[in-house]
Each structure stands twice: as C-alpha cells, then as structure tokens.
C-alpha cells in the first residue's frame, strides 16, 4: 500500500482536507468524500481520486479499500485521529476520506443524448440546504431517475455534506449545471416533449395519486422555504400535492421528493410491463 506518514499539522498536501467547512474546494474542482460506503462508491465509480486520509488505527479495517487506492496510484495520508481532528477542524468520526476530482460539468442538451427514452429527470430549483440536495440525490437515484438537474441557486451536488449524505449515490448519477432553469424546461418540453411535473402546495395542484407519469417527465422540487419559483411553475405541466394531515402543513422537501419519486417509478413500472 501507498502509505504517507503525517508528521505536521500544516503539511501542504492536506490543505484541501482543511478546507471541508468552506467552498474553496468547488471553486478548485475537487469534492471530499467521507466515509468506507462513499469511498468505496467513488473508487468503484472510476472518478479520478486525488488522495486519502486515515488514521493510523484504521489502516487494517481499510487494508482492502487501501490497497486498491495504491493501485490506482492514489496516496493515502496517515495520522493520528488528534492531528487529523485538528486539520479537518471537527471530530474524526468517519475513519477514512478521500479527495476527489469533480466530473465534467454536463449540459441538459448532453444528457438527453445518452439517457434513453422515456426520460425520467429530476430538477432543483434554488434546494439551499446541502443535505436535502444529497438525500433528493440519493432518492432519484433509488428510483431510477437518469439524471439530476441543478439550477445555480441550488447547493452543488458535490458539497462535502451534500456528497456523505448521498451516500456516494452521487457517483452514479449525471448532473447538468442549468442557469437558467426555466429555459432549460421550456427546451425539454419543446424538443423532447417531455412533461414538467412540479411538487408544490396550495391551489391548483391535484392529488399525486391522480397524476399520470408516462412518457417523458421532469419533476421538480423546489426552495425549502417559498418552493417552486412563479416562473418554473407557470410553465409546469401538472403540479402535484402529497395529501397528509391537516394539521401539518407540508413535509420537507427531501422526503417529499422520496414519496413523489416512488409513485412516478411505481406508475411507470406498472405501465411498461
């Protein structure tokens, strides 16, 4: 194994591990990954990896996960869990990191090339809380969505948090950059005849349960406090609510785009075979 002794606190090669609680490391194309699970996925995912850190107690319960990183070239960082504590700037619970160097950024044109038809995409429309984005990542994922898109008032799917929340599901799901998100929808439902579904509250929406999800669709979810913006939701296809209890007066929007995307998945299931 590749293994590199830390003796010093201000070692350069650990100034991205340093830099978890910022957003430096978007602005330098590199994402961290915490975790075996979310390691793990990153190395099976083929994602260039820049490095790893670990604490010296853990090297033999990551001899595996290790020895494959030193194959591929990576080196891996080693210290004790008090330096590494003091580096990172918080409690060393996770065991073992790695670095990370973000994909390509993909355009929505790109991606509908390659993803097959019928289209099932998901978009975000100003989610500002990194850990909804990484737990909605992870259920588009779970549900079969071939494709995450981000508009730039949305946390990028990339965050440190954003990336351990979504268990590594991240790896293994394409993501297109959109500034203009309501052009971006406009263009799938003039080119690809593809439906907006939004998930919002109040008049106009119909019950989820009532709503078709066949042939080509977008859902988007939207702002944990004021939703969907006017604009993306003027031009929706069909605005759906989830009927709970009268006296809650509506879910997060992390669980509520588990329960849109699995009724979305299930309906198409039960029409395709």
């Given at each position: 194994m590749s293994l590199v002794a830390i003796q010093g606190l201000n070692d350069p090669r650990l100034v991205a591990y340093g830099s978890l609680k910022g957003k430096s490391l978007e602005r330098d194309g590199i994402f961290i990954a915490e975790g075996e699970k979310v390691v793990q996925s990153m190395v099976n995912s083929g994602c260039r990896i820049?490095?790893?850190?670990?604490?010296?107690?853990?090297?033999?319960?990551?001899?595996s996960l290790l020895a494959?990183?030193?194959?591929?070239?990576?080196?891996?960082?080693v210290a004790t869990d008090e330096a590494i504590e003091k580096i990172i700037g918080f409690r060393f619970h996770k065991?073992?990191?790695?670095?990370?160097?973000?994909?390509?950024?993909?355009?929505?044109?790109g991606v509908v090339k390659t993803a097959g038809?019928?289209?099932?995409?998901?978009?975000l429309n100003a989610v500002?809380?990194?850990q909804n984005v990484g737990l909605i990542t992870r259920n588009a994922a779970a549900f079969g969505a071939q494709a995450l898109i981000v508009d730039h008032a949305t946390y990028d799917p990339y965050y440190r948090k954003a990336v351990r929340v979504s268990m590594g599901t991240i790896f293994r799901l394409p993501v297109c950059y959109e500034d203009d998100l309501e052009s971006s929808l406009i263009r799938l439902k003039e080119k690809h005849d593809t439906r907006i579904i939004a998930?919002?509250?109040?008049?106009?929406?119909?019950d989820i349960a009532n709503v078709e999800f066949s042939g080509n669709i977008c859902f988007v979810f939207g702002n944990e406090d004021k939703g969907i913006s006017r604009k993306i939701l003027s031009i929706a296809d069909a605005r759906v609510r989830i009927p709970i209890a009268d006296s809650v007066d509506s879910l997060n929007v992390a669980s509520a785009s588990a329960v849109c995307l699995y009724e979305a998945s299930h309906y198409r299931l039960l029409n395709l075979t």
């Open positions: 820049a490095s790893c850190l670990t604490a010296r107690g853990a090297i033999t319960r990551y001899k494959i990183l030193a194959k591929r070239g990576v080196d891996t960082y065991g073992i990191m790695a670095v990370g160097y973000c994909p390509k950024k993909l355009t929505l044109s038809s019928p289209l099932f995409l998901v978009a500002n809380d990194p998930a919002a509250l109040g008049s106009g929406t119909s």
